[in-house]
């Protein structure tokens, strides 16, 4: 029976994913944007909820208005590889990417087209020019927001790591505003993997296999807009332990 569910499922989300892809390409070709958004993601955001929904995951979010709305920065605790698809079938939003993946065929085409904002990775020493090329595209254009996780890894499941400040300096050397949120997975391990005889490949099976629906909340806390005395180590802190509070209170 699993195999089978297993082989429904992966067949659903292949045809889904191909024909998705081809819609969005297609959809590049219009420069058309409904309130400040482009039809490529609008078109993402769909595929991402059909995706979803065949693999048996539900999503729910107790303020999804507010993060179609915000203009800024969005800062989220970082635990599966499922939570990029899950914040954007909540809303339209944006996510970083290396640079190279813009050069790759399609794949490129398919990340341009949906906003992806593309940052040079590959030297460490150069992550203050990325920060503050961040800044100066995020004042130029706030809306739909980028999503970042300030984590800097995935968590253990067990509480919110502390969070690096880099992503509030962004925030802070323009004066943008930035909305917290907080993810559950009920139950976690089938939407994640800790040990290190555990893989990506075995964790997707596993959620392929799953006959039980595996539940998402995203939980929108608060948007802090920095001032002049914003000070960037000491929000990521009081960010840090706002999202651990909001953690621990809904897997207490």
Known sequence: ???????WRFGLGAISIAVGAIVI??????????KGV???L???TKLSRIFLAIFGVRVYCNDAAQIRQHHGLIFCNHLSYLDIMVLLSVAPVRFLSARGVQRLPFVGWIATAIDT???????????AAVRKT????????????LVLFPEGQVGPGDRVLPMRWGAF???GSAHIPYLLSVLIYEPLPVATYYAADDTLP???WRLATHAAKLTVKLTVLQVHTPDDDFVPAQAAVQAHQLLQAAYGDQTA
């Not at 029976?1 to 082989?7: E, F, G, L, S, V």
């Not at 904002?117 to 992550?127: E, L, M, N, T, Y």
Request: net charge positive.
């Open 1 to 7: 029976m699993q195999i089978w569910r297993a082989a």
């Open 202 to 204: 075995k964790a997707v």
């Open 169 to 171: 300096e962004i925030a």
């Open 38 to 40: 482009s039809l490529p």
């Open 42 to 44: 609008l078109a993402a």
């Open 117 to 127: 904002v593309f940052v040079g990775r590959s030297d460490p020493k150069a992550r």
């Open 25 to 34: 390409v297609l959809l590049a070709l219009v420069p058309v944007r409904r």
């Open 134 to 145: 961040l800044a100066a595209q995020l004042r130029v254009r706030a809306h739909p927001p």
